[in-house]
């Protein structure tokens, strides 16, 4: 089998989950969060110096994690749908891997037809206000997605295993992966953009270079 992994946030949607959650709670959370994401995603900052604290800001309760579950879908990529049924088309089997929060893609990748979810599990208590998150997953770390890319490797063993993400974790799986696949429709990282071997705009191009 074959298997590409696809990141979720500025990727197979234009939005960034933690900075929607962030919104819900007003101007001054959501920029300060949007600040420490940036930073992040930029190489900057540790993910696992950022990762609690913006919980800890934010708090996101169960009914704002739906909401935000549909922006996903609101703002998809325009051509993630054809890409994935041209990917399965030709043999791939579809994995998502995120440094995002797993209740609130699981609408998305429900509606791309993906079943493997790799990213961060929030908890709620009973009335639906914040719990907490799965500290322990590999996603909240630096070097927590290649070690995610490593695990589907034994799972699976595929042919070939390819990445497509816009942040430093993705670009982090480079050395892991047969092909790794710079995206920059939402967000054009430099050193993304300077050290993936292959950089797209859109995910229809995705499909030529992997079968090239």
Not at 42 to 58: A, C, K, M, S, Y
Request: aromatic share 6%; proline share 5%; net charge negative.
């Amino acid at each position: 089998m074959k298997l590409i992994i696809f990141d979720c946030d500025s990727t197979l949607s234009a939005i960034e989950g933690i900075d929607e959650l962030a919104r819900d709670q007003g101007t001054e959370v959501f920029n300060e969060v949007e600040n420490l994401t940036n930073a992040a995603m930029n190489g900057e900052v540790p993910i696992d110096e950022i990762f609690t604290r913006r919980l800890d800001i934010i708090r996101p309760n169960l009914a704002t994690a739906k909401n935000v579950g549909q922006l996903y879908i609101d703002h998809i990529e325009p051509t993630a749908i054809t890409t994935m049924a041209k990917l399965r088309a030709e043999g791939w089997s579809i994995v998502i891997i995120s440094g995002g929060f797993t209740q609130v893609i699981e609408p998305l990748a429900a509606h791309l037809g993906i079943e493997r979810i790799e990213a961060v599990p929030l908890r709620f208590n009973g009335d639906g206000s914040y719990a907490g998150f799965d500290v322990d997953a590999p996603p909240t770390r630096n070097g927590g997605k290649p070690e995610i890319v490593l695990q589907l490797k034994k799972e699976y063993r595929p042919s070939q295993i390819v990445m497509v993400g816009d942040g430093i974790s993705d670009l982090e799986t480079q050395s892991v992966v047969d092909t790794f696949i710079g995206f920059g429709r939402y967000a054009e990282r430099e050193r993304v953009l300077t050290e993936a071997k292959h950089f797209v705009h859109s995910l229809d191009e995705i499909p030529a270079i992997i079968t090239a």
